[in-house]
């Protein structure tokens, strides 16, 4: 399978910083997603990209698709304690409909 | 609309015992997928379907089963559990199609345990 490369593996910051998160593949995807998990709780999406180079926004996150095709970006800003999860990344080829995910990035935000 | 819903939400088998883990969904999606969690790992595909009457294998297919008989339901079987098969269960669907925009939603889980 694909293998993708999510880093770094845990990150422990003060409230009110910013957050970066990468995810990087051998392979060139189609398609980026991110996701937030919560303990208990299944992967919530965050963004989608479809385009390389694009960027997009919700809220306080930001991610790109890299202009290489093989890398995407999130960031949080100004981070708040209910950002604390795991953040995955997904990819999909441009052959198939399968999704391959990052191995998660565990955020813990210190009040 | 619920989305994607799956039960039971816990699950605990002797090794040998088989049993179905549901999913269902209300999107109208054509493309559905299981997936298992273990600790420190990412998702990984077990079988996917890409509509009703088809289903394909995904990276770690062997110990279960899927069909596909309804655009609503994709359910999981396991037919003889084993610990190894201890770990979270998530099923996802969306619209599907090669070179189509699309996203996946995924369902709260099932957590199994295999004594």
């Known amino acids: 399978g694909q293998q993708l490369n999510q880093s770094p593996q845990s990150m422990f910051i003060q409230e009110g910083e910013d957050v970066s998160m990468n995810c990087t593949s051998s392979?060139?995807?189609?398609?980026w997603l991110w996701y937030k998990q919560e303990p208990g709780e299944g992967p919530v999406l965050l963004i989608a990209?479809?385009?390389?180079?694009e960027l997009t926004s919700n809220g306080r996150l930001t991610a790109q698709f890299g202009i290489t095709r093989k890398d995407s970006f999130l960031n949080i800003s100004a981070s708040i304690p209910s950002d604390v999860g795991i953040y995955f990344c997904?990819?999909?080829?441009?052959?198939?409909?399968?999704?391959?995910f990052g191995t998660g990035t565990s955020l813990t935000v210190i009040p | 609309n619920a989305g994607v819903t799956q039960t039971p939400k816990f699950q605990v088998l002797k090794t040998g015992q088989s049993m179905t883990l549901q999913c269902a969904q209300d999107?109208?999606?054509?493309?559905m997928s299981w997936y298992r969690q273990d600790p420190g790992m990412g998702l990984r595909l077990i079988h996917y379907?890409?509509?009703?009457?088809?289903?394909d294998q995904g990276e770690v297919p062997n110990g279960y089963n899927v069909s596909r008989s309804t655009t609503e339901d994709f359910p999981l079987r396991l037919l003889s559990a084993a610990p190894s098969q201890t770990s979270v269960y998530f099923c996802?669907?969306?619209?599907?199609?090669?070179?189509?925009?699309?996203?996946?939603?995924f369902g709260p889980g099932t957590r199994l345990t295999v004594l």
């Open positions: 999107m109208n999606h054509e493309y």
């Open positions: 379907s890409v509509g009703a009457g088809i289903t």
């Open positions: 996802a669907s969306s619209y599907s199609g090669v070179g189509i925009t699309d996203t996946q939603y």
């Open positions: 990209l479809y385009k390389a180079g």
């Open positions: 392979s060139i995807f189609n398609t």
């Open positions: 997904a990819g999909r080829l441009n052959t198939g409909n399968q999704f391959y």
